[in-house]
């Protein structure tokens, strides 16, 4: 493996670049040449007490949460134009790191300034309630941000869950500690050095990098740390839920899942083949609500799966930077481990219809190939286990109450869609599916103006939206006497 070009890329700590106090680093890697592009602190203990020390400050000394809320709506709207202004060299920073195609790392600038906008937006429009008590008193609800936020995020969307994170969090005028993914930091502290420009105080946001096992639980255990919201695997999410009950933090996860994408006889039949593969195949794979299992009534299922893998042998696997490329590498060498894994225990637990291996013509990259397997069993490890990559388990199913004992036959409820043209069904399937979002005739579209999160296993909590900003603010209860008499009791 060559190492050209290396930076290191110091983090962000109070307003000032740091390269931390372990003298450790941690390599970041282009994935589609493996090659070393960069390299960035490896945080220890002692750098996150800074970081949350910095925020803290900010939050109970440095006036943040008492800046007017439009004056922090106003620097919101100004990181979401510097975004925009950044776009073309951010995009390509984002594709280099992370290695998704360009043109998708333009979706994702785009949309992270939609969300600072929407938040900027927000943030003068957070009203309390007046309640209205039996007693002669005015019964007030005000909402005040929850203090300081440590913010841990993952690889597949870096930009994208940096804003989803910060944005509702300074809106609700809350500090920041946020850990961006080992593998994806670059784009994030790109961001950070904009922050200053855009007017946000010294400590108000705080950019950490290192490892999960300690930067990651440091933040998690730090008493200092109100609240923390986590993107990233369930068995993570178990691991932060339990550390942070010895401090009662309050806790947002965002966990994934195994999302079914269920196709009845009478969907459209091309809008349904081309809604699998996008599911499936979108960012290689690396989305949290994947349509990893495909479900297909039995009585178009030869013609869908022979469509689907037809449709799918054209996907064009290449160097994110390519505007033709439709799949690049995945992320990291650990993660076309894990789904080369997968991809063999698939050829045993299931047949194969397409892939099942790295392309033959890319020599090196974490490429692997779009990869369906079908006649999969329901309770077969590729069926319930989430896999993060381009990896589809096509299940037949007979009708409508098999499809949904099958949708709901897992232990995550992030997402699901569902293709007919049947009103009735679409509707009866929408309510009885349990998950946290369900598409009808679509999948994948996420906006900024409604909420995201899941059911069961795939977390709690909800981000986006007027949800999103609820998350980061507490409710207080002011109760005010209009009786000048004493209580009279005693
Ligand atoms: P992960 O381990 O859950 O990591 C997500 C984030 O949590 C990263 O910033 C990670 O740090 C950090 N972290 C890890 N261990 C931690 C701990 N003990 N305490 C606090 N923070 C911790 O995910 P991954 O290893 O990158 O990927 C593994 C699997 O997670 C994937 O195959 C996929 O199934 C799932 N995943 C889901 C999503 C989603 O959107 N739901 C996103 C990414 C991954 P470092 O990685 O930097 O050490
Ligand atoms: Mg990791």
């Excluded at 990181?79 to 998708?104: D, F, H, M, T, W």
């Excluded at 178009?300 to 022979?306: G, H, R, S, V």
């Excluded at 779009?370 to 490890?381: A, C, K, L, M």
């Excluded at 009885?432 to 795939?458: C, D, L």
Aim: glycine content about 10%; some cysteine.
């Amino acid at each position: 493996m060559a190492v050209s070009q290396t930076s290191c890329e110091p983090m962000f700590i109070n307003g000032e670049w740091t390269e931390g106090s372990s003298g450790k680093r941690i390599p970041v890697y282009d994935p589609s040449t493996e090659e070393v592009i960069a390299e960035i602190p490896d945080a220890s203990a002692a750098d996150i007490d800074a970081a949350v020390a910095a925020a803290r400050h900010a939050f109970d000394e440095g006036g943040w949460p008492q800046t007017t809320a439009q004056e922090r709506g106003r620097i919101l709207f100004r990181i979401a134009a510097r975004l925009r202004e950044e776009a073309p060299q951010l995009a390509e920073l984002e594709s280099r790191n992370c290695g998704k195609p360009i043109v998708e790392s333009e979706y994702d600038i785009a949309d992270a300034a939609t969300v600072f906008e929407y938040y900027g937006g927000l943030a003068n429009k957070v009203s309390g309630l007046v309640n209205p008590v039996p007693d002669n008193a005015l019964s007030l609800s005000l909402k005040e941000p929850v203090g300081v936020a440590g913010q841990i995020i993952p690889w597949n969307y870096p930009i994208g869950m940096a804003a989803w994170k910060l944005a509702p969090a300074l809106a609700a005028g809350c500090t920041c500690v946020l850990k961006p993914a080992e593998q994806t930091p670059l784009t994030m502290l790109k961001l950070a050095g904009w922050l200053a420009d855009c007017g946000v105080p010294a400590g108000v946001v705080n950019i950490v990098t290192g490892l999960g096992e300690t930067a990651g639980a440091a933040i998690v255990a730090h008493p200092g740390v109100d609240k923390v919201a986590f993107t990233g695997s369930a068995a993570v999410g178990k691991l932060i839920m339990k550390s942070a009950a010895d401090t009662l933090k309050r806790v947002t996860l965002e966990l994934g899942g195994k999302s079914p994408n269920i196709f009845f006889a009478d969907a459209d039949f091309e809008a349904a083949i081309d809604g699998a593969l996008f599911g499936i195949f979108i960012n290689q794979g690396e989305v949290c609500s994947a349509g990893s299992r495909v479900l297909v009534q039995r009585s178009i299922y030869p013609k869908f799966l022979e469509a689907m893998t037809e449709k799918a042998r054209t996907i064009k696997l290449g160097p994110p930077l390519d505007r033709s490329t439709k799949m690049g590498p995945l992320v990291s060498k650990e993660q076309y481990d894990r789904v080369s894994a997968y991809q063999k225990l698939g050829k045993s637990e299931a047949k194969l219809a397409l892939g099942g291996g790295r392309p033959a013509s890319i020599s090196r990259g974490y490429y692997v190939e779009p990869t369906i397997f079908y006649d999969v069993d329901n309770s077969s490890r590729i069926a319930r286990e989430e896999i993060f990559g381009p990896v589809a388990a096509v299940i037949p199913f007979e009708d409508e109450r098999e499809a949904l004992r099958i949708a709901n036959d897992t232990s995550f409820g992030l997402a699901a869609a569902v293709w007919t043209r049947d009103i009735y069904r679409a509707l009866r399937m929408v309510k009885a599916i349990r998950a946290g979002i369900v598409w009808v005739n679509h999948m994948q579209p996420t906006y900024v103006e409604a909420p995201w999160g899941g059911f069961k296993q795939s977390g709690f909590g909800r981000e986006l939206g007027v949800h999103g900003i609820d998350e980061y603010l507490e409710t207080k209860q002011v109760h005010i006497n209009l009786n000048e008499a004493p209580i009279g009791w005693y």
